[in-house]
């Protein structure tokens, strides 16, 4: 048997492994391309996304510095016809990893998406989306990423800084 046809059965059997069941593939793959893009497999392209979450462009930017040309894991959750949700983690250290759903959400660079009904049979899913909202509302507290809000001292002290510029601007008139 050749090594082009081991090949191209091996790939048919991953098809019909995603097809029918949750996988977890490693590859190695830049952040943009995990956002946008996808996998090229099989001459067609996997758009993959984040699964309950959607990263803020400051997330995508995050990733693009923090995961780009590393090892990351893909857990499917959820496939729809032409989108597949994952789980996407980062190896930390030797047999640890971290998930990048997670870190987005706890640095306020993401936020939950509603619920999937159609998903409310899948444990892990439901799971994931607990913890998601968990680490969100975690965010909201810290005041972090997107959900930061200036506070009166803040506000009070830009007030001042425009101010004084517009005197100095005054000045030169």
């Given at each position: 048997m050749s090594s082009?046809?081991?090949?191209?059965s091996l790939i048919e059997s991953l098809n019909h492994y995603m097809d029918n069941?949750?996988?977890?593939?490693?590859?190695?793959?830049?952040?943009?391309?995990?956002?946008?893009?996808?996998?090229?497999f099989r001459k067609r392209l996997l758009n993959l996304s984040f699964a309950a979450m959607n990263p803020s462009l400051s997330g995508t930017f995050w990733l693009k510095l923090n995961v780009e040309?590393?090892?990351?894991?893909?857990?499917?959750?959820?496939?729809?016809?032409?989108?597949i949700k994952c789980?996407?983690?980062?190896e930390k250290k030797a047999l640890f990893k971290k998930s990048l759903n997670a870190e987005l959400m706890e640095r306020g660079l993401a936020s939950v998406l509603p619920f999937d009904q159609?998903?409310?049979?899948?444990?892990?899913?439901?799971?994931?989306?607990?913890?998601?909202?968990?680490?969100?509302?975690k965010a909201k507290r810290r005041n972090c990423g997107v959900w930061y809000k200036p506070t009166k001292w803040d506000a009070f002290r830009h007030l001042i800084d425009n101010s004084m510029h517009s005197i100095k601007n005054l000045r030169n008139i």
């Open positions: 082009k046809t081991d090949l191209q069941h949750l996988m977890e593939v490693r590859l190695s793959i830049g952040a943009l391309g995990l956002v946008g893009a996808g996998i090229a040309n590393k090892m990351v894991w893909f857990k499917v959750v959820d496939k729809h016809e032409d989108d789980i996407v983690s980062l159609s998903l409310y049979r899948n444990k892990t899913y439901k799971e994931l989306h607990k913890n998601l909202t968990s680490s969100q509302s």
